[in-house]
């Protein structure tokens, strides 16, 4: 098994661009989720999805859509990117939800 | 609201000593409490507490859960250099909820 992948490992935007974040596990785990890391910030939570075809919103969603087509796949879209969203983003996912969480390597993002 | 706080947020200690790190919550319809140690990457998991006053041990490595007082408590003894880490603790319901962490650096 791969585990949790995420693609790209590291990303320069300007200010207005877009893109997606690129999250996808092969442990046919249900819930996955999509974290912000910032500098005496800990994780803060954007959304999760508890199945495929099921998103919420989390901690800090704003400025981000996701969407769950798949079990294995959970993309991470910034619309229009600004400043404030330069961070390293971390994509997990778990069988349940008593059960620990499997993280990607992250995705380091400059926006400038 | 649900938060999760760590104490103390950051740690200097020489190779030898022995730590605490501390984590107390308040969350509604708490299930587990999960410690992490984050290095340069993506936090790696330590530990799930469920129940408590049981101890969970991983080599050098302890922690334990007091549902009572809403704590927890990651003990680290004979401390490495390699243990120089961030420690995140989490709180689950479907949301997780983590701790802004605990910076630890183990100097020789």
């Known amino acids: 098994n791969a585990g949790v992948t995420q693609t790209p490992k590291f990303q320069v935007l300007k200010t207005g661009q877009s893109m997606t974040l690129q999250c996808a596990q092969d442990m046919n785990h249900e819930y996955m989720s999509w974290y912000r890391q910032d500098p005496g910030m800990g994780l803060r939570l954007i959304h999760y999805s508890v199945g495929a075809g099921i998103t919420d919103q989390g901690e800090v969603p704003n400025g981000y859509n996701v969407s769950r087509s798949t079990t294995e796949d959970f993309p991470l879209r910034l619309l229009s990117a600004a400043p404030s969203q330069t961070s390293v983003y971390f994509c997990?996912?778990?069988?349940?939800?008593?059960?620990?969480?499997?993280f990607g390597p992250g995705t380091r993002l400059l926006v400038l | 609201e649900d938060k999760v706080v760590q104490s103390p947020l950051s740690l200097v200690v020489h190779e030898g000593d022995t730590v605490t790190l501390n984590c107390s919550y308040e969350?509604?319809?708490?299930?587990?409490l999960l410690w992490y140690k984050q290095e340069k990457k993506a936090p790696t998991f330590l530990f799930m507490l469920t129940s408590s006053g049981i101890e969970k041990k991983s080599g050098r490595l302890s922690s334990i859960l007091d549902k009572k007082e809403l704590f927890s408590i990651l003990n680290i003894t004979a401390t490495q250099t390699g243990d120089s880490a961030v420690y995140l603790c989490?709180?689950?319901?479907?949301?997780?909820?983590f701790g802004t962490g605990t910076r630890l650096q183990v100097f020789p």
């Open positions: 969350v509604t319809n708490f299930r587990s």
């Open positions: 997990a996912s778990t069988r349940g939800r008593r059960e620990t969480q499997y």
């Open positions: 989490a709180v689950p319901p479907d949301k997780l909820i």
